[in-house]
């Protein structure tokens, strides 16, 4: 399969380094010399050129070539790349050949024409993928528990959360997992485990648990995170239904932020040193709200936050231009009694970091950015993804069961599995096309276009994929 990248930034890279370990034929283009050079390192194709201009998709091989991804940081390149790529592939092939071109987007508006099935119609782009939208669910989901180190959302309703083992988990801790199911009804899937000593592994049924294992565990929805939390041994303090909330700067991300928690009920103060991004605020549509206060001010400035009373917010979410400010605005909040704090960054190596500093939870939006398309890539094609971020070794895998499949009709106990392969979900497709996520019992059925997420160690990847056979 050739998949063409236009976009050879973080994001472009990190998606082309993935899916060339999937054995993918890779191409990135983009425009930026200096890109480019940053580039050479990655085992792709690499070509300079405009994605707006049909010449340079023909000489990179568009008409060849199964999927167009546009992940720039503008959204109307990646939208008119993305148009024009559908129509050189068409012109070659018809329009009966199989392609797939994904938008990266951030405009509300686009998203809403994408949504309303608009987008398809004018611009025959089907996928888009939103990095502020998936960053603000992906932070405001680890907000909603502290003991998360990480969590990883697969869509439709399912979640992947780590975390550590404690001494208090008195139904887990010292047991293996075939006792730990007995004595705990609906235990969650437990997909990946890391020792004290850096070991890791799938669990199986023998598999002893002991305090300090990093656990990454498989629940459908958030309504069962603080079961997952207390089953594990972690102390979680009860989290409000309806939070106050402080949020640094008035940019897009920021407003998106404001827009997401006034939905939710929310009281929202926002401080903006810009008066003119303060003014925009206050002026649009969400300015208005009864539950918003703006404020035009420095996040520095300790006065200004004694007078909007700081600790009596909930949570402190940073959304500036600069990730240093950002870390800065949100370490002041909770250095003055704010309990929860999160980031959304550009810089995804600082996540880890600020995680040191005790800041709540964070996350960088080019990652997140990678995930989404990734998820959207694997919707359609089998591929492994979505590596475990704390738990080293262990990958997901995206597999669709297709008509005339030898395990159509059968249960998951039947399919006969490599020893170490975990399937934690089935993705099925039920009325008016909406897909949902079933856990992964022994006595399911699979159907045609089930689609399966599994988890094994690398290693097993080869075996898993002859086991699936056709």
């Known amino acids: 399969m050739r998949i063409?990248?236009?976009?050879a930034g973080e994001v472009g890279r990190g998606l082309a380094e993935v899916l060339l370990k999937e054995?993918?034929?890779?191409?990135?283009?983009?425009?930026?010399?200096e890109v480019i050079r940053e580039s050479q390192s990655i085992n792709a194709l690499v070509i300079q050129g405009d994605i707006k201009h049909r010449k340079c998709l023909e000489e990179a091989g568009i008409s060849d070539s199964n999927m167009f991804i546009a992940v720039t940081d503008s959204d109307e390149q990646n939208l008119i790349a993305c148009a024009l790529a559908r129509h050189c592939v068409e012109k070659?092939?018809?329009?009966?050949?199989?392609?797939?071109?994904?938008?990266?987007?951030?405009?509300?508006?686009?998203?809403?024409?994408?949504?309303?099935?608009?987008?398809?119609?004018?611009?025959?782009i089907k996928h888009v993928v939103s990095t502020i939208d998936d960053s603000i669910n992906r932070l405001q989901t680890g907000l909603h528990c502290t003991a998360f180190e990480e969590v990883l959302e697969l869509g439709n309703d399912a979640y992947i959360v780590e975390l550590n083992l404690t001494k208090k988990a008195t139904n887990?801790?010292?047991?293996?997992?075939?006792?730990?199911?007995?004595?705990?009804a609906g235990l969650p899937t437990i997909v990946g485990l890391m020792r004290e000593d850096n070991t890791s592994l799938v669990p199986g049924p023998d598999t002893d648990l002991v305090p300090g294992d990093r656990l990454a565990l498989a629940t459908i929805g958030t309504g069962s995170f603080h079961?997952?939390?207390?089953?594990?041994?972690?102390?979680?303090?009860?989290?409000p239904s309806n939070p106050r909330v402080l949020i640094f700067g008035a940019n897009l991300l920021g407003k998106r932020l404001v827009s997401t928690y006034l939905k939710n009920g929310c009281r929202v103060t926002v401080v903006e040193e810009d008066l003119e991004l303060a003014n925009n605020l206050a002026g649009s549509s969400l300015g208005s709200h009864r539950l918003l206060d703006i404020i035009n001010g420095e996040h520095r400035d300790v006065d200004l936050l004694k007078d909007i009373d700081v600790e009596s917010h909930d949570i402190a979410l940073a959304a500036l231009e600069d990730d240093h400010a950002s870390i800065a605005a949100v370490l002041l909040a909770q250095d003055?009694?704010?309990?929860?704090?999160?980031?959304i960054l550009n810089d995804g190596k600082l996540v880890k970091v600020v995680h040191r500093m005790g800041i709540t939870y964070a996350v960088a939006r080019r990652k997140v950015a990678i995930d989404a398309i990734l998820t959207t890539i694997h919707s359609y094609l089998p591929g492994a993804y979505n590596m475990l971020e704390s738990i080293p070794n262990i990958v997901g895998m995206s597999v669709p069961v297709l008509e005339g499949h030898k395990f159509i009709g059968k249960t998951l106990e039947d399919c006969k599995f490599p020893r170490g392969c975990k399937v934690v979900f089935i993705q099925r497709t039920v009325n008016n096309n909406r897909t949902m996520t079933l856990s992964a019992d022994s006595n399911k059925q699979l159907l045609v276009n089930d689609r399966l997420i599994v988890f094994m160690p690398t290693e097993r990847v080869s075996s898993f994929e002859r086991s699936m056979g056709g």
């Not at 063409?4 to 976009?7: D, E, F, T």
């Open 4 to 7: 063409l990248i236009g976009g």
């Open 92 to 124: 070659q092939k018809g329009s009966e050949f199989d392609f797939m071109a994904i938008a990266r987007v951030n405009d509300p508006e686009m998203l809403i024409e994408a949504q309303n099935g608009y987008l398809m119609e004018w611009a025959g």
């Open 227 to 239: 079961r997952i939390v207390r089953l594990t041994g972690n102390e979680e303090e009860e989290f």
């Open 172 to 184: 887990l801790a010292y047991s293996n997992l075939r006792d730990a199911g007995k004595n705990i």
């Open 23 to 33: 054995g993918k034929v890779v191409v990135l283009i983009d425009n930026d010399p």
């Open 336 to 343: 003055m009694g704010v309990d929860r704090t999160g980031l």
